[in-house]
């Protein structure tokens, strides 16, 4: 499998849901993180605001 068809996985019953959140990276590749990280740091902020946390 190769590019898009590749993502097209992620479309499967098994990666969609209330726990699931998917962001596209605009001009990034295979390091976003280095390449776009203001874009990754604001997915994961998305991410943490869905969280539920708690204490033990």
Do not use: N
Not at 16 to 33: E, K
């Amino acid at each position: 499998m190769r590019g898009t068809q590749a993502q097209r996985l992620w479309d499967e019953p098994r990666f969609q849901g209330a726990h699931v959140l998917h962001r596209r990276i605009p001009d990034a590749a295979h390091f976003p993180w280095v390449e776009q990280p203001s874009a990754v740091r604001a997915a994961f902020h998305e991410l943490a605001g869905k969280c539920r946390w708690v204490s033990i």
